[in-house]
């Protein structure tokens, strides 16, 4: 088998699951009606959820493996063209995703002011993430990029011990967005204001990516191979051993992104395309992966699908409820019960954007950002 059939398989399949969960975590659920994996830790710890954003930045670099190559054929100004027209457009999107619907209809219709929109988030982490490891790996190559991911994660242990602590009010990532951004254009889902896609918290994601890139020329260089996979989990197993001795003085946390984490959820998804290697394409098991296939055919734009629709159920009610809202109380919940019920929704919302996702594929259509 070829390498690109390998990657349209295990890796694609591991993007398409990647972006089933994130459509999955995203939907609305409370401790009292979401199953345990189906909610980010508190603030320290790991669960189910707080492994798809940086899978998702792992399978960024996975692609980059098989891309990156053709670039450099282009010429130097094609090159950085490309890098930086994808990282804009995949930015902007998500900046125009959180300032949509962009008009407000409380008092008459007027323009929702850019002075409360969020500049930062999944996409723009993404672009950055992409960004940054183009142009890491285009200007000092694989050797260069191993530098940079060691560096990277010391120095931010290193700033986020010197300029504050690991807690909620006081770490140094919420310190620096306030200085920059302002408390108007962050986050404020954990009560005030931080963001957990912030600023200086971008530098290990990038090692996520990078991180992908490296199992992706794997693959590519040697196939799927049993020596891929032990290779694949030998690495996994190190850097889990590491990730895990680390989190005794810089905890896992998502929302800081701590190197800790970066180390373990890499190891993670290391083992995840192992296996996905290993059933696909040595015991040759494909039956299942098509349905997965359809969302890592189409990944931004349905992730993007998935966003808007969902902000449109939010802000549109039904009997003083929200869509979403509505719709888990009077179609799940009276008969599947509160936890039940919350899934089942979730399973069904991500089944809709899947058939999106269906009807393009079965016309050939591939948006690409």
């Known amino acids: 088998m070829n ?12 993007r398409g699951l990647t972006v089933a969960l994130m459509i999955m975590v995203n939907m609305p659920g409370t401790p009292e009606t979401a199953y345990a994996p189906f909610l980010h830790a508190a603030w320290h710890g790991l669960t189910l959820t707080d492994l798809v954003f940086p899978t998702f930045m792992f399978v960024v670099g996975t692609a980059l493996a098989f891309t990156l190559e053709k670039y450099e054929g282009m010429g130097e100004a094609a090159v950085l063209r490309k890098i930086f027209t994808r990282t804009a457009l995949i930015f902007l999107c998500g900046f125009l995703m959180y300032w949509f619907p962009f008009f407000s209809f409380d008092h008459g219709v007027s323009l929702m002011p850019f002075s409360g929109t969020r500049v930062f988030g999944v996409l723009q982490r993404i672009a950055l993430g992409y960004c940054a490891a183009s142009l890491i790996l285009h200007y000092s190559g694989e050797k260069g990029a191993l530098a940079f991911s060691v560096l990277a994660l010391l120095g931010y242990w290193a700033l986020m011990a010197a300029f504050g602590d690991d807690t909620l009010e006081g770490n140094a990532q919420r310190k620096l967005d306030l200085l920059l951004l302002g408390e108007a254009h962050m986050y404020h889902g954990e009560g005030i204001a931080f963001d957990p896609e912030g600023i200086l918290s971008t530098l290990p994601a990038i090692v996520n990516v990078l991180a992908g890139y490296f199992a992706g020329r794997l ?34 946390n998502k929302k800081l992104w701590t190197s800790s984490y970066t180390l373990v959820t890499i190891a993670i998804d290391l083992g995840a395309l192992s296996v996905l290697l ?67 929704w979730a399973v069904t919302y991500m089944l809709g954007c899947w058939l999106v996702g269906y009807a393009l594929d079965r016309r050939k259509i591939y948006i690409k950002l």
């Open 219 to 252: 693959v590519r260089r040697l196939g799927a191979s049993y020596e891929t996979i032990a290779r694949l989990l030998l690495a996994g197993a190190v850097l889990a051993a590491l990730g895990l001795s680390w989190s005794s003085v810089f905890p896992l």
């Open 278 to 344: 290993y059933v696909i394409d040595l015991r040759g098991r494909r039956g299942w992966t098509y349905f997965f296939e359809v969302f890592g055919r189409n990944t931004l734009f349905i992730y993007l699908f998935s966003e808007l629709l969902a902000t449109l159920f939010f802000i549109n009610q039904i009997g003083g409820l929200s869509v979403f809202d509505w719709v888990y109380q009077h179609l799940f919940r009276p008969w599947a019960g509160a936890r039940n019920g919350t899934l089942l």
């Open 3 to 14: 390498i690109s059939q390998q990657r349209s398989q295990a890796i694609d399949v591991l």
